[in-house]
């Protein structure tokens, strides 16, 4: 088939580097995107005269009878044409004649493959923020039944004082509005029109650039048509975006996977969660988060994938742009399947309360209770500190926890220390009194689950 | 040395641990944050009557004492110390008495360390949104001289068509229009205040983290403290935000290198900005241009070193978070370095202005002025971009230019084709009449510099 | 559909959970090799008495039918039965009844996933292994025509000195030695046989690995059955190697892409390797080359996806490893693609050996033969590179060149400059004098030719 | 200070210029092996004629007392004079005189770096392996005394089947070996000299590489003299095997971080090897093991530093390579530090033997045993598997052990069932009975560690 292309040259293109170069069966993902800007295009070249009306509305006749057949599985993508926009535009002129040849004036690949990218990435992009809001909606399900229940807190994976369940997720909210913050932010910059730079230079047609992005409803319009085609910073910045989410999500599927360990305890995956051995007969693994963790790889290297693309490219488009799209595509797969699933994963969880409370207790867990005790008392933190130390190292030498110390073994190490101490040294006493902003204590976490919930769900 | 924390220990922290463990070698550039922090943390310790005023006067003018001996070197550093935070509170204690140990009331070092490294980028990342901003002044300096000069433009590194200067340095102009935007954008989540998030679950003690939030300038203040310990999404996010400055510096540079030789002859780098060689005694080198493409590897890797360092960690704090402070600091120190380099050179750079008059005009760069004209003369874009491939064709064929060809044979490429084409064929008509918003025309690219000047320049 | 692994759970996979962790989609792939290894492992299971010969016959039947239906495509995968392992042995005791239950004794997916990959990866590291010799030979042949073919040899971008095309072309040859030898030493880690580590604890029936690893070719076994299932090394070392590869790929591409702009104008693409524009006539651009260097992001983030998944996985398998394929077969397709069309493209490269004479002389490129002159008579390299200096600056300043300047004005610089130094400042003389050994002088090039046919090129 | 290769400039350098190029900060590490190579190249300068014996005789003294005078520090290193080399050739000028000046000949900076780094690089890769083998000792060291210790093996990190501590240890063993293995194949290609590549064309002076080769123990010398100053693999590829290296120990730090846990308790660190807390005085960290396992970070970014410093690089020579040292010396320092003390550590680490043994009956884990028993029976596997999982499910349901069941409830599931089983179903039966080659059986793992002791350790 001949390209469109090619009118100055003397021999055909070479069937391997047809293969080599064609784009056409992963780029097809953006017809919609691709119809969607030629049509608004084609409108505002027949408002500025460029063409005519008529012509115009033929042009958009055929674009939409394309879009049906690609909805429907009946249009024929053709590799020797190379990308989308061929593939289109050529099926465009064979269905409505040399009008059809109209809708690429005053455009070049170059700034069509920026929009239809843009167009594409502003929507998954919200596709995803929602994604977010729904596992949001999980954790806040999951704290409302929580914010009493008593669990340890780690530091260096050892306990370190006790906190509450509804406390813990609500530090995995806090990540997901800063992933939903920086979408929002990058969407900024997607939502920005690149149409009309043409190849690198603009046109000397009367194009009204502004005309076409309102109607594609973009709130900027770049305003240097070199930049235009050879700028791929939203999609860099998308996937540092996603980046950051999937470093998240690794980190609680780390989290998760400990807890459903025999040795934790702390939670119970569903059958339908899981999955079996093809030796081990009694096995029931938390697969789906040990893909969930291991699919980081995917997003970090994607990453890298479009860091190397772009570096050291000179002015303006280069073909090395083409591999911006497998690894954008495969972030926006991966990271929807994974928010989807661990969205229903983790609604699915049920925790072993009592574990969680039995274990909260150990490990000397309520010393910096004690700590905090004798500064109340009037001792500076650091001398509270290496005493509340020496007392742990006579539990361990002794075998004996900080509560079932007697007063006179208490008044040994300080004489500050009265009956009072024993009402502090509780599970429920050291959670209920972290009352500060961002405390673990109920009152506070409640506090911030009805900010939540008021507030910031309703507005995002 | 005894360390704070040793009370519960028997042995003592073997050599090689505390050689393997200590920060305080690289840490202790954030002296003057952990300083500022301690001082608003020790006043509102007072204000909330946890410690005295009189504590707090102490306490205060001890840290200051401190401060003015780190600054005049006089300070030793003492690796045993492990870190900033204790070289700092241990100095605090020998210099006046057990007060000093009341400075760590109601915190930890790990809502220290966070505070500490807050404050510190956000004071690197002003620095370096005006060195972005001093780089974008001098590209408006060259861009103001240069709206008339004619250049090729490229795609795929081969001439495209002819643009002017002024609108290529625009182009980068926009990019770092970009990064200072997404640096703006982190500098949000920077600019929230961790302190009093303690360990990881607050405290039992009156605190007022609003007040020290007020007091060193937060926006914001950490929701939850048990992410508030974990977070370092603002250390990722801005590391990701230098990999694309760099990727732009990277293109920029790849882009004078190419300029610089004898091949393209665009630019002369002058000898301040050049260097020789060891054995070829006529070399003129672009090693500075070099150095800043091959520092690419540097932030890239520095990102890949802070994510993976960061996946798959349980929450809150762990040790392995240590090492997000080596990757940042040289970040800094190498975009800063850059920056300011690239400003003094680009400023040094000499045009060779017959030259890049020469080049632009080769190469049949004006066959698109020739496809526009068809179209305009009623011609549908496809059918007008085949003629003047054939044209084109014809001319290599024929040894000839476009605007060498007689007008008999321009008409039997197309009837259309009239006398007025060899007006339109002229590089100063091409790159006048594309007036295209965001084109390459000299008044719209001047009414972008005024834009710029008037609108942007002030307001960032 | 139920399954094989299903006898202790009660609720069944959701189909969610089915989708995701599903990796029949991309590992099918692998069915030659796993039916390879599953007729090894049947034919050791009946030699050590483990099953009958009966059964082992009846099983090597239906395996062998089920291959012949795949081939002619006849059979269906199920994404239900999650992945190759399972769809085979699915099919199986479907067609052969009970007695196909008996494949999967004592072996494990464990060890039967890590066994395919490595049979895989064995037969691709050889193909890719001989399209590097392809390309080789492409570059021995450039190189046999070019043994006098002067060009200017580059440091800095900056044309340094004269050397021949022959010599340049093996360079690179060099770089694909390496790479080669490289992928000579992976293959023996690759060639380790993992089956018979079960699922990681070995087994208790009376196995033969050793016999397996003898008809299915192996040179080593496993030696520790916990680490023949957590091992990928193997896959990373692989893509490590091609990520070097790549890294060679990219900067020949980079230099044909420059070579091939109208600055250098070294060579000619032919037509059928270059593409056009959808907006500029006269565009004929490389495109294939600037995929090729694109591409290396590809493969530099394969490399750091398998190294961030695998980054903190406790032993034995887990199942973030399933995440190893993609990348590989990324990698695999990738670099297989490149190094195809690269030698078909190099191939095809006309050289414009005019030019490249003609450039190769200038820009003061002899000075380093003064330089050497100098020292032959005898004056301290680090004083002669400074009088050549210092003549380069004189011919700078007074538009001349080395060998225009009269022997009064050389002497003026060095007394010992003699009539002979015109002999030595020519191109020819220069390159054919630098006959050190790996030196560009036509003689040492064509030793080096000879060697590499001779020796190398029939041993690898 | 005039620079070295100054005569064909005017101006000098910036100031701000030399310090964003020089290099003598961080590459003066090298000038043990930039004296070496200088002394060997000079033996040969002189034995090839191309200088005196006597100068020679001049230069090596200079050299070293140049070499004592940096050992003792007395040598000042000036940033003026940017690099090692440079640095230690003025000086040489300055002590000997114009003589000192005929080091340089018939080389450059270009081939003397790649030299120096190919010779640290040699040394410090030999240190390396002996790390490793010192860390393999510890290793079997705990394998020699835990072969009869039974603990849980893990998949997905549930509970898989029991197996031997020492067959645990074992795993490790072999990713060292590989580890070791992968860095002998490294070092055969850093052992090759480029030396006399000269800038990048070799020389027209009659110098004998093979002889400097000679005197410097290379076993190879580089074929291409644009390959040999081009040529970064050898950095590429040594810090892949380092990346795979880290790889293997953070997943051994993931390991023992969860075995340290109060969760697992299956070791104890000793205090020596733990740090507290600045806040909970009852804390004991396992800090060096997370800071190795944050560590990984640093060398992935390390890699991918260098292969995208290297990206789309022309030949030859780019000072873009001068950013290979300071990740390759990153790298270096941390392997070394990281293995150094993980040995020391777990030389230290206590094993809770009992804790082990209790675990690793529990979840069921000699499920399997029971499959395997089925088999010998004459029982398919696929189905002795199912009837295995459907025993489990039963036990699940009826809160039994596999081992109480009574011998009539087993015959419910299969007629087959003896007596017999109650034999095969303890701990100590599964471990002993695993003896398939590389099984967790205490004689197999013994034969396993008498091996290595034998032809391994000795050997390499």
Not at 59 to 82: C, H, M
Not at 198 to 204: H, S
Not at 215 to 244: Q, Y
Not at 395 to 421: H, Q, R, T, W
Request: glycine share 6%; aromatic share 8%; net charge negative.
């Amino acid at each position: 088939m001949k390209k469109l292309w090619s009118g100055r040259f003397n021999a055909a293109t070479a069937l391997s580097v047809e293969e080599f170069t064609e784009s056409i069966s992963f780029d097809q993902r953006l017809w919609r995107y691709d119809i969607e800007g030629s049509i608004a295009h084609t409108k505002m070249l027949a408002h500025q005269g460029i063409i005519s009306h008529k012509d115009a509305e033929d042009i958009i006749e055929g674009l939409n009878s394309i879009a049906r057949d690609i909805e429907t599985g009946a249009f024929v993508f053709k590799q020797e044409l190379e990308d989308i926009h061929m593939n289109i535009e050529s099926a465009l002129i064979h269905r409505i004649g040399d009008v059809g040849g109209k809708v690429h004036t005053a455009r070049s690949r170059n700034d069509q493959v920026a929009l239809d990218l843009r167009l594409y990435l502003r929507h998954e992009t919200s596709l995803i923020i929602n994604l977010l809001k729904d596992l949001q909606d999980v954790l806040i399900d999951i704290a409302k039944i929580h914010t009493r229940t008593i669990m340890p807190g780690y530091t260096h994976l050892q306990r370190a004082q006790p906190v509450t369940l509804a406390h813990y997720m609500l530090a995995y909210l806090e990540m997901f509005k800063r992933d939903i913050e920086r979408l929002r932010d990058v969407y900024k910059r997607i939502n920005t029109m690149p149409l009309g730079a043409c190849a690198l230079a603009g046109t000397t047609l009367n194009t009204d650039r502004a005309y076409t992005a309102e109607l594609l409803g973009f709130d900027r319009i770049s305003e240097n048509s070199i930049d235009a085609v050879s700028d791929r910073d939203f999609v860099i910045e998308f996937i540092s975006d996603v980046s950051i989410i999937m470093m998240h999500l690794s980190r609680m599927a780390e989290e998760l996977i400990l807890w459903a360990t025999e040795e934790f305890s702390f939670i119970k995956l569903s059958d339908a969660f899981t999955t079996g051995s093809s030796i081990m007969p009694q096995k029931k693994n938390p697969d789906v988060l040990e893909l969930i963790r291991g699919k980081t790889g995917k997003i970090y290297g994607a990453l890298i994938n479009i860091l190397t693309t772009m570096k050291g490219l000179p002015l303006a488009y280069n073909r090395d742009m083409q591999e911006d799209k497998t690894p954008l595509f495969e972030v926006i797969d991966t990271i929807k399947a994974v928010l989807s699933i661990l969205t229903e994963l983790l609604g699915s969880v049920t925790f072993n309360v009592e574990r969680l409370l039995n274990t909260a207790g150990s490990g000397y867990s309520l010393a910096t209770d004690l700590a905090e005790y004798l500064v109340k008392k009037g001792i500076p933190f650091r001398n509270a500190h290496e005493i509340t130390g020496r007392v742990v190292r006579y539990c361990i030498d002794n075998n004996a926890e900080l509560e079932s110390l007697s007063l006179d073994i208490y008044k040994e190490f300080s004489s500050v220390i009265g009956e009072d101490i024993y009402h502090k040294l509780t599970l429920s006493a050291s959670v209920t009194a972290r009352t500060s902003l961002g405390g673990t204590s109920p009152t506070e976490v409640e506090r911030q689950i009805k900010n939540f919930l008021r507030d910031y769900r309703n507005k995002i």
